[in-house]
């Protein structure tokens, strides 16, 4: 009998690689030999594959098959390779027609009856078939709407294997994608409906219109948690190719809601603080599974109570927010998923947290000790430092601008930046390099003067130095200049003052 390929998807993290499936019938003991680097899911679907095969009330050769999985030296995790096998089998039988096989990626897990189960990272996977050549793909119906997503290939859905193959040969037609359904968001929540606090609100509008990380400290009920929420009505949709890179991860993750419809809304993800290192950065048997910042990626992480998560995992942070991706390492290899999001921290002065500071019995080391807990080098990482001041009057405070006011001045500051920059491959000011800061765009010396002066005085590092001069950048952009002065940097500067927070 002749050599019949079939081809599947192998995901390493949110990297996909077309597999060859080779299937070979011929003469020896019937025996079923899969090579190529299975894991234990996948060695398990020979059995599966056999009986999927007979109930769908095709005949199960007692010949050797041998199926080998190309490339041989990259580990093939999961379920997701049973419809492929099955049908390089049956190829391999004359069954189906080679031409048929050829350029059609086949997803999905078989049930013992030979239903079609979904599978996670159809996203991915397609994105990788579609950049790698192939024409089409078969996948489960229940995905098929989050497979229509991906554009410039065919795309059927079906619900069984019996199904599938009467495509293959030519006699049947399967489900097709609806088109796209356009993201309709709910409004998010108003900045008006936050009391007071004009330094927060600033530190928030500027964190939005440059893509500062920030730091809110302040007593229970002041704000924190509001002001944090609504950052992400502040912040531009996302592009069709963020959006889809944003539902790649959140594919892997099973976490792509169904319906077709590719989100452009920045993601806004609030883990809790018992949440483990595996739930923050990504973990779990075998390949790791995308974490938390990862599902932040492009939009906004948020660690409400950020004293109280532990050391490990707040430094833990530092490597995603230098470099915008998590890398994993485990025995099956490491996995890169991306990460480049905004931070925002909450907390509270002081353990006892009372509603005024008056009323605070923690004593002064106590205090220190407890905003201790968010190291040096996280904090030299934060941009913007706010301090919220308890509501003492709803009467007396007056009517605040609403997201769309602000939300206006950021978009702008945000066009101005990525006209600066756009060149040089960058959007935001929290992107450009400290190098391309002072050479390219280098400020006279007398706007740097402060910065030279906290430099000497030891308050900054040189990565804070950096930093003070991105948001510089920003609140220059928010005010319509085309540089920064003096004065702006050091407003920055007031912003990465410990002693405001």
């Known amino acids: 009998m002749p050599i019949a390929r079939a081809y599947a998807v192998a995901l390493v993290g949110v990297d996909g690689h077309v597999v060859e499936i080779e299937a070979d019938v011929g003469k020896g003991l019937p025996r079923f030999h899969l090579l190529g680097l299975p894991d234990a899911a996948l060695h398990e679907s020979k059995d599966r594959v056999r009986a999927a095969v007979v109930n769908s009330g095709f005949t199960w050769t007692n010949e050797k098959i041998v199926l080998a999985l190309s490339p041989a030296n990259l580990r093939k995790t999961g379920s997701g390779f049973d419809l492929a096998l099955a049908c390089a089998v049956l190829g391999a039988g004359e069954v189906l027609p080679q031409p048929e096989l050829d350029g059609t990626v086949l997803l999905g897990e078989l049930a013992l009856d030979g239903r079609l189960r979904p599978v996670r990272g159809v996203l991915p996977c397609l994105i990788a078939a579609r950049d790698a050549g192939m024409r089409r793909a078969v996948v489960p119906a229940a995905v098929l709407a989050e497979a229509g997503l991906v554009e410039g290939l065919e795309v059927h859905g079906a619900s069984c294997l019996a199904d599938v193959l009467a495509f293959l040969q030519g006699g049947g037609a399967l489900r097709r994608p609806e088109p796209p359904v356009d993201d309709v968001a709910p409004d998010p929540p108003d900045m008006a409906d936050v009391v007071g606090q004009d330094d927060a609100r600033h530190a928030i509008e500027i964190a939005a219109a440059g893509g500062h990380h920030v730091l809110l400290v302040g007593p229970p009920g002041t704000g924190k948690t509001m002001l944090a929420r609504r950052i ?220 030279d002066a906290g430099l000497r005085a030891g308050q900054l590092t040189a990565r804070g130095a950096d930093r003070a001069l991105r948001v510089a950048w920003t609140l220059a952009d928010l005010a319509g200049r085309d540089r920064p002065d003096e004065d702006l940097v050091e407003t920055a500067l007031f912003f990465r003052d410990r002693r405001a927070a």
Do not use: K
Not at 291 to 313: Q, T
Not at 347 to 368: I, K
């Open 232 to 451: 992400v009505g502040l912040l531009p949709r996302l592009a069709p190719q963020e959006a889809l890179a944003l539902a790649a991860v959140r594919s892997v993750a099973g976490r792509l809601p169904a319906g077709g419809v590719l989100s452009t809304v920045p993601p806004f993800v609030a883990p809790h603080h018992s949440s483990s290192m595996a739930a923050l950065l990504g973990g779990g048997s075998g390949i790791a599974r995308p974490g938390a910042v990862s599902l932040a990626h492009l939009g906004v992480l948020f660690l409400d109570e950020a004293p109280e998560w532990g050391a490990s995992l707040l430094d833990s942070l530092r490597t995603p927010l230098e470099e915008g991706e998590v890398r994993l390492a485990r025995a099956d290899g490491t996995v890169r998923y991306p990460a480049r999001f905004q931070l925002v921290l909450a907390a509270n002065p002081c353990p006892c947290a009372p509603a005024h500071d008056r009323d605070c019995v923690c004593p002064s080391l106590v205090r220190r000790r407890y905003l201790g807990r968010l190291s040096g080098p996280l904090l030299d990482r934060v941009d913007l430092r706010a301090r919220m001041f308890p509501v003492t009057a709803l009467a007396a405070a007056g009517p605040a601008e609403d997201t769309a006011t602000v939300r206006a001045r950021v978009l702008a500051a945000r066009g101005a930046a990525a006209e600066r920059w756009g060149a040089l491959g960058y959007r935001t000011n929290a992107e450009v390099p400290g190098p391309v800061l002072r050479t390219r765009f280098a400020l006279p010396r007398s706007a740097v003067r402060p910065l």
